[in-house]
Structures are given as C-alpha cells and as structure tokens.
T-cell receptor, first 113, second 113 residues
C-alpha cells in the first residue's frame, strides 16, 4: 500500500539548468498538489492539478515554473533555468477528492549551486 | 502580519512531560485546522483534523481550537522520544480554493529520554 512517491529525493543542479521533479499519487487518488518549503519557512501552496488539467496555479511563480499531470504517468514539476533561490524542499500531496485529506510525499530537496 | 504564526522553537522537554504547541492566525475565514508531524527529511504526516471550537482527543494528542481568539493548540501527554519531530499547524477555509492549505513555519520538538 504505497503512499505518495516522489523522485528524486535529492537533486543538485547548477544555475541555468532544468530541474524535473516527479510525483506519483497514492493509488486511487486523482488530485495532486505541489507545495514548496523554503529554508526557515512554512510550506507554501504552488499548484493543484487533476488528471490532464491544471486547476489552480495561483501559487506558482509566473516564469520558469510549470506543472503537468498527464493521463498516464506521474505529475511533473518543471523548473527551467534554475537560480539559487529555487533551492528548497518540494512536496507533493494527493487526495481522493478536492475536499479530502491531503497525504504528503517525502519531498524532493533541490539544491542549486 | 503573516496569516499563521507559529513559534519555531526549538522546544526541548523531558520524557513524560506534557507538551503544548500553539498557532495563531489572522484570517477569520479559516474554518478547518490540522496538525501535521514531520520527521527529519520526511514529508508531513497528518495527526489531527478539526473544524469546530473546542477540544478533540486522539490517544495522547489533544487538539484545541478557539476561533474567537484565533488560536489553536496541540497538546501531547506523556511525551516520548519518538515524538521528537517538527509539528506544523495548517488551516484552510471553506468554499472555493479550500484545498490551499496555509501552514505555520513549524515547531521543532525534542523529547529527551
């Protein structure tokens, strides 16, 4: 009974490179959320997706960040041309429905050199 | 003023002590309140969920909500070394966008054997 899976767990990128973070929701869950946890800060909502649809991306930076949740496969959070300020822990959560409990994955820790 | 304020600690207590963790919030629209536990390098795990003023008990954990004061608490009785973790309060409102959880920064707790 696997929970939310995220990979990689740790990712190191140099400034200007691309980072791709993957999230596989819990079995049966079709609602996925991405949160970012900057050092010394609380988790901040980024984006909410259902299969093939972005429902709410109001928390996403306007540039360089994108997210998708294709019909098949994991949800992807993509950061283009990373900068040092992107260094953070990125958590994915999934739920059975929009109003249901969100279950979090272990996170991907991104370090930008 | 941040929407959710939480003392980051660290808080260190001896085994068996009663622990009190607190959050204050400014947005009176918040109606649903959660406490998550996050072990080092892991994702947040839901501990308690409540939506009404008053107390909710689950084993050694009691969640307390005072909506008039915009103040929530988590009490841990008979604390154990395994309770050592960071505790995050989270909250949301009802209606559109309620999936966006707003988190406190977290309080780091150490229970000393």
């Amino acid at each position: 009974n696997a929970g939310v899976m995220q990979n990689p767990r740790h990712l190191v990128r140099r400034r200007g490179q691309e980072a791709r973070l993957r999230c596989s929701p819990m079995k049966g869950h079709s609602h996925v959320y991405w949160y970012r946890q900057l050092p010394e800060e609380g988790l901040k909502f980024m984006v909410y997706l259902q299969k093939e649809n972005i429902i709410d991306e109001s928390g996403m930076p306007k540039e360089r960040f994108s997210a998708e949740f294709p019909k098949e496969g994991p949800s992807i959070l993509r950061i283009q041309q990373v900068v040092r300020g992107d260094s953070a822990a990125y958590f994915c959560a999934s739920s059975l429905g929009q109003q249901e409990t969100q279950y979090f994955g272990p996170g991907t820790r991104l370090l930008v050199l | 003023q941040k929407e959710v304020e939480q003392d980051p600690g660290p808080l260190s207590v001896p085994e068996g002590a009663i622990v009190s963790l607190n959050c204050t919030y400014s947005n009176s629209a918040f109606q649903y309140f959660m406490w998550y536990r996050q072990y080092s390098r892991k994702g947040p795990e839901l501990l308690m969920y409540t939506y009404s003023s008053g107390n909710k008990e689950d084993g050694r954990f009691t969640a307390q909500v005072d909506k008039s004061s915009k103040y929530i608490s988590l009490f841990i009785r008979d604390s154990q070394p395994s309770d050592s973790a960071t505790y995050l309060c989270a909250m949301t409102h009802s209606g559109a966008g309620s999936y966006q959880l707003t988190f406190g920064k977290g309080t780091k707790l150490s229970v000393i054997p």
